[in-house]
């Protein structure tokens, strides 16, 4: 059953995205620096400071994802039932405590089992503030500016996050060599507090009256675009997991630039071309963008130097930064109205899932077949969506 056929704001005041998303957009930036000032160098702490293997790294890396997997329905439940606002609050609160946990594993150096369960739950608290704030952004906006902007929206708070990941990584590695993991840390707990800043004084949205669908049926909707977009984040997840080792392993130096080089081409692609999926249609989209993101893994799989690599970043960003709305309007032409902050709540969980399975298995290829024999596997799993982007294709909502 699809849901296309519900009624689409026409008001002029909706076409003006870019202002009414402002004060969102704001707040999924900072509040997501969280995230991006950890990608580079939480790898090397778990490897280098606690003496973990690549399986225990990826495992430490993916329950961040997990977390945000199993907090999915609740966040959605509560955008739906309590405001897309309030979901957002208490996602970045949520993300300022995991930085609480990342300080107390610090006490427990000399214990690195006990050191990294502390870190464990900092993943997991960041993992469902995570959850909040995406799932709490997207249905705020959807209801801000129309159903008719769904890709709008997905891009802009997409920007947000992946421009937050591309700042975050450099100012990460910054942080790292001069104040060590306690840095990151104590700049965990601060800056999404900052970002409340930006939430609280912003426009709220009506919450409605409908009778929401169960979570399991609203899954049923969009499990074919949430299956398209989770094969898309296999891509995401082998680089911002193992980059970092795999520059290592080839003496390649900080493997920050990498990071800025897949966000920056993942905002270039959102800025230009963020219109496509509302115009054209969100499977089309999807099918050229995991092209490209498979031939970016493929260069970063055969990468004889860091200029390939970057490039093949470049390439993997550009790719996988469409390829999110791209399959998100094909889920939300196919929820029902009144529970879309559960079906982006279910779409994203397809992600999560992705990403949590990712790391573990991923880090168990880099244990057997070397770190750059992930990019490979990477891009066979991306690869597959585009069978699934094909399938939308040909069965188009109702």
């Not at 997840?237 to 993942?266: D, E, K, P, Q, Y």
């Not at 496509?276 to 963008?289: Q, S, T, W």
């Amino acid at each position: 059953m699809t849901y296309a056929s519900s009624p689409i704001p026409t008001s002029p005041a909706v076409e003006n995205v870019f202002l009414k998303m402002l004060p969102i957009t704001s707040a999924v930036f900072v509040g997501f620096l969280t995230i991006g000032l950890a990608l580079p160098v939480l790898p090397l702490h778990l490897h280098y400071t606690l003496d973990m293997s690549p399986v225990v790294v990826g495992i430490a890396i993916g329950s961040q994802f997990a977390a945000a997997l199993f907090s999915r329905a609740w966040a959605g439940g509560l955008a739906d039932a309590r405001g897309g606002k309030r979901a957002v609050i208490l996602g970045l609160l949520s993300a300022a405590l995991s930085g609480v946990a990342y300080l107390s594993s610090l006490a427990f150096i000399g214990m690195p089992t006990v050191s990294v369960g502390a870190l464990l739950l900092g993943r997991i608290l960041l993992g469902c503030g995570e959850s909040l704030v995406i799932t709490g952004a997207l249905g705020w906006g959807m209801g801000l500016v129309g159903l008719r902007n769904a890709g709008k929206v997905m891009a802009w708070v997409g920007m947000a996050m992946f421009g937050a990941y591309a700042a975050g990584a450099p100012l990460g590695t910054f942080i790292y060599g001069r104040y060590d993991f306690a840095g990151i840390a104590f700049a965990t707990i601060i800056i999404p507090l900052l970002a409340l800043g930006a939430v609280v004084p912003a426009a709220t949205v009506a919450v409605s009256a409908a009778k929401r669908v169960p979570f399991y049926k609203v899954l049923g909707t969009v499990w074919v675009p949430g299956l398209g977009v989770g094969l898309c984040c296999v891509g995401f997840g082998v680089v911002t997991t193992f980059i970092a080792l795999l520059f290592a392993a080839r003496n390649w130096g900080s493997a920050s630039l990498a990071f800025t080089a897949f966000g920056v081409a993942f905002i270039v692609a959102r800025l230009l071309f963020a219109h496509l999926p509302d115009k054209i249609g969100g499977a089309r989209v999807a099918l050229v963008c995991a092209l490209i993101e498979t031939a970016g893994l493929l260069l970063i799989w055969q990468a004889d130097g860091v200029m390939m690599a970057y490039a093949g970043a470049a390439f993997t960003g550009f790719g996988y930064s469409l390829c999110f709305p791209g399959f998100g309007v094909e889920a939300v032409l196919r929820a029902p109205p009144q529970s879309r902050g559960a079906a982006m709540g279910a779409f994203m969980a397809f992600a999560d899932m992705a990403l949590g399975i990712t790391g573990p298995a991923a880090g168990a290829i880099a244990s057997v077949a070397g770190v750059n024999a992930v990019y490979l596997a990477g891009a066979g799993g991306v690869l597959l969506s585009t069978l699934v982007a094909g399938y939308l294709l040909a069965n188009k909502p109702g």
